[in-house]
């Protein structure tokens, strides 16, 4: 026979609850980690594996369509205005307009995220020449600060590719478990790692010695990727070393 200590002894039902409430705590506590600042869970999380592709060959990923959606439609949905600036890249007469959103939570995940939109090279001339202020890149690039009317002319221009580095530092085996195996994988000289997905429009750049960067662009422009790695003469295909 059992000896119940009626000092100590719980009635069944108070220790359920006991249990539910100590349950419902570790839950809160481990969303509290996962989700930094307290955000909740998003109907429409914004992961950076989270890639789809539609029948025309569009690729949408954080909620934004390239090719498609409009910097003010990308505003609207990370709830981030950006800062916007124009570049001149180095040694080259190559202009872009980016717009950076910096230490984004993106579902819980904290990185940034560079936008370059699409903007015919008239237009970008003229925007460089009214430009308010010029200022030069350690990597020797020129960002040019643009006027106010032009920023709002910008709003309705549409987003050509994405740029995301996250936060934490992530190594080759965890992206590929994520994403799964590329389909090319090259080496550039510096030891950085490319893999690749062509059919998602996706490059992740592996850098052992620093933050890895992911490149978002139309599967139909992913030679834009491929192509200077093929010019690297330490560049190597898929499973090569």
Do not use: C
């Amino acid at each position: 026979m059992t000896i119940v200590n009626l000092e100590t002894w719980t009635p069944p039902m108070e220790r359920k609850i006991a249990l539910t409430i100590l349950g419902i705590t570790l839950v809160a506590l481990a969303l509290a980690i996962l989700l930094p600042g307290g955000r909740t869970v998003s109907e429409h999380p914004k992961l950076p594996w989270l890639i789809e592709k539609d029948a025309q060959g569009s690729i949408t990923v954080f909620g934004v369509t390239l090719g498609r959606s409009t910097l003010q439609e990308m505003r609207d949905g990370l709830q981030e205005q950006g800062v916007l600036n124009l570049f001149v890249a180095p040694g080259e007469d190559e202009l872009s307009v980016e717009v950076y959103f910096e230490r984004l939570f993106l579902s819980g995940i904290r990185g940034d995220l560079v936008a370059t939109l699409e903007v015919d090279r008239q237009t970008l001339e003229q925007m460089y020449r009214r430009g308010l202020r010029i200022s030069k890149l350690e990597s020797g690039a020129r960002k040019v600060k643009l006027t106010r009317p032009d920023e709002e002319r910008l709003r309705n221009s549409r987003i050509a590719h994405l740029t995301y580095i996250p936060q934490a530092d992530l190594d080759e085996a965890l992206l590929v478990r994520r994403f799964g195996k590329p389909a090319r994988r090259a080496t550039e000289a510096s030891g950085v790692v490319h893999l690749l997905y062509p059919d998602k429009g996706l490059d992740i750049a592996v850098n052992p010695d620093g933050r890895e960067v992911f490149q978002y662009l139309p599967p139909s422009r992913f030679d834009r990727v491929t192509a200077p790695l093929e010019q690297d003469p330490a560049g190597r295909p898929a499973n090569g070393r």
